[in-house]
């Protein structure tokens, strides 16, 4: 099995000082909150994590997912480790300029030595996402979108494209696009430089105008071998896209039918796009896992960490709608005790967490498991004896041995890294 540890981060402090409002902007809870996630970091990767990633949110005076940065995030943990690979859950794509981001993943993977690893995501935030993406009339998608229809319909339209632009500057030296959105390069550049035209031969037409774009550098890793990540998601429609593409969706939902049902038609749609794999294989579970000495004291983190986090500002985007049970009607009680009594948070002693984990990875028959680690309000002791107990106790206990994806870099790179 591979583990995946999502990393928000939050702002380094408890409950009570979020509530006295800016945490998000308070330099001390900021240092603080990278140094938890630090030490986090170098732990995970000890203990044999494949991957840690962070999220993309902006404008978050309120602190809670101090974030706006994944990529930047990345080169910070990748200059602190070697060997875990490096993501994000994930790039809002509707509200990024493609050809930067293209280029910003390039030179992670560059400054990782190859350990890049992409996540996109379609935006739920409406804050964020109009006002960063504004310029390309980004809107949001969400639950509780009064004009879900429409605005999922635009999202999707400029995320599938954003995807496209990114993997054509990733998989081409030379390239060019004709979107509904974007056109690259834009008519009528003139670019007759000698220099261009005799060491980059092809991106000038005759006539002395750009014809085609390309980034530098290019991955380390070979293009078509890096994995893609679709976070947070419960879309039919990008289950069975991401099957397709041979892109890794992250199912949001515990709810046993919901997830089975996930499982199910990615295994259906990746067979039928001539992809042989296993039921269970090519996606992954979201859960936050949480493991102390006893039942009470793992109870007493998650309260502090995501059992704060979650009631306090996710509900709003209607994410307990993750936690509803089929025919099920009215309003899911927007508690701690709900997350952990509909299976989000698995929580416990070690014991009680090798029952449920092993419970959920026959269901599923899932090989990868990204769990949520509540860094910033929670105990950052709790959370470091939780993942050792994870790895060291409770996997042993249920058979479970991790690995790690070791990526493919390109054949033309000679070994000799920056680091070396």
């Known amino acids: 099995m591979r583990l995946g540890a999502f990393f928000l981060p939050s702002a380094g402090a408890v409950p009570e000082e979020f509530e006295k409002g800016f945490a998000g902007q308070n330099p001390n809870y900021y240092q603080q909150g990278l140094k938890d996630v630090s030490r986090l970091l170098t732990q995970v990767e000890d203990l044999g994590f494949d991957f840690c990633a962070f999220s993309e949110h902006h404008f978050h005076l309120e602190g809670l997912e101090l974030s706006n940065n994944p990529v930047l995030l990345g080169t910070w943990a990748a200059m602190q480790t070697k060997r875990i690979r490096i993501g994000q859950m994930g790039n809002v794509l509707p509200a990024r300029n493609p050809l930067l981001l293209a280029e910003d993943l390039a030179m992670l993977d560059h400054f990782s030595e190859g350990r890049m690893c992409a996540g996109f995501a379609r935006g739920y935030q409406a804050r964020h996402v109009m006002t960063i993406g504004q310029k390309m009339n980004a809107t949001w998608t969400a639950a509780n979108d009064p004009d879900f229809a429409e605005h999922d319909r635009v999202n999707r339209e400029l995320f599938n494209e954003h995807y496209e632009i990114i993997r054509k500057a990733w998989g081409n030296s030379l390239f060019k696009h ?32 750009l014809a085609q774009v390309g980034i530098a550098p290019k991955t380390l890793q070979d293009p078509g071998a890096i994995e893609i990540f679709i976070p947070f998601t419960m879309s039919a429609e990008t289950i069975e896209w991401s099957a397709q593409e041979g892109i890794t969706p992250i199912i949001f939902t515990p709810i046993a039918d919901h997830a089975k049902a996930s499982v199910n038609l990615y295994h259906r749609a990746a067979n039928s796009a001539g992809r042989k794999i296993a039921r269970g294989e090519g996606l992954g579970h979201f859960r936050e896992i949480v493991v102390a000495d006893t039942d009470e004291q793992a109870q007493a983190i998650m ?46 002693s070690v014991d009680t967490v090798a029952k449920q984990l092993e419970s959920m990875i026959k269901m599923l028959d899932t090989n990868l498991i990204v769990p949520w680690i509540a860094a910033g309000p929670a105990p950052i002791d709790g959370l470091l004896k939780s993942n050792e107990l994870l790895v060291e106790k409770v996997l042993p206990k249920i058979g479970v041995e991790l690995t790690q994806t070791q990526p493919k870099l390109l054949p033309e790179f000679n070994g000799t890294s920056w680091r070396a």
């Open 178 to 209: 004709d979107g509904e959105h974007w056109q690259l390069p834009p008519a009528g550049i003139k670019w007759d430089h000698p220099a261009t035209q005799d060491m980059a031969p092809g991106m000038v037409d005759a006539s002395g105008h």
């Open 303 to 348: 309260q502090r960490g995501l059992g704060y986090i979650w009631p306090r500002w996710h509900d709003w985007f209607g994410f307990n709608e993750a936690l509803r049970h089929p025919g099920e009607e009215g309003t899911i009680p927007n508690s701690a005790d709900t997350i952990r009594d509909r299976g989000y948070s698995i929580c416990g």
